[in-house]
């Protein structure tokens, strides 16, 4: 009996047993957003309603909004906004992690609509309405998560940007962490005696 026979035999007789014995486990579950899709690398894929999304995150202490969008705008990107509570998660724990045990903010890509800029939290000026998402790709309410009575556009109605509020505590300064406050674009933390809620980072996003 030729080898090439024996083996042929083996096969028949022993792939079938262990087949019934073990049976095929089932493929690993993707966890959503682990694949890369079309985004270059270091940028995190995200598939949003209008499509794929890419998003960095880079870290800056006390960078105004302003001049983070430029930054973002130099990697053909702009500042990103939230989807929905998987993106935003992404964000604050990536965030957590790299500045523990520091707290701070991250700038979103978010804007107060024009017509609720002089009002605070009204029926017209909701926490629903008050506010969009710039980055021309993230869509609905779903990524509007303020945190308490915000975003209440407070100090004389100067409230015209956002940011993530991030620590690996419950509270920052009263805020709570995890959620959007809306604040001054320039806003100084530091100067107003705020440095627990300096800005550390800000999220860029772009197409693939
Ligand atoms: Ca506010």
Not at 154 to 183: E, N
Request: glycine share 8%.
């Amino acid at each position: 009996m030729s080898q090439n026979l024996i083996f042929l035999l083996l096969a028949i007789l022993v792939v079938p047993g262990y087949c019934i014995i073990m049976p095929q486990q089932p493929p690993p579950q993707s966890c959503p957003g682990e694949s890369n899709g079309n985004c270059e690398r270091g940028w995190k894929n995200f598939t949003r309603p209008s499509g794929e999304w890419c998003m960095k995150i880079f870290y800056e202490n006390s960078i105004t909004q302003p001049t983070a969008e430029q930054h973002c705008q130099k990697y053909d990107a702009t500042l990103s906004g939230l989807q929905n509570q998987m993106e935003a998660q992404y964000v604050i724990s990536t965030v957590t992690r790299r500045i523990y045990p520091e707290t701070g903010s991250v700038w979103v890509g978010m804007a107060r609509r024009s017509f609720c800029q002089t009002v605070g939290l009204t029926e017209d000026c909701s926490w629903a309405t008050s506010f969009q998402w710039t980055d021309k790709s993230a869509t609905g309410t779903d990524g509007f998560e303020w945190t308490c009575n915000q975003p209440d556009n407070a100090r004389g109605r100067s409230q015209q940007c956002g940011v993530l509020t991030v620590s690996s505590q419950g509270s920052v300064d009263g805020i709570q962490t995890g959620l959007l406050d809306d604040v001054g674009c320039e806003f100084d933390f530091i100067k107003n005696d705020k440095k627990e809620r300096d800005i550390k980072a800000y999220i860029c996003g772009k197409k693939p």
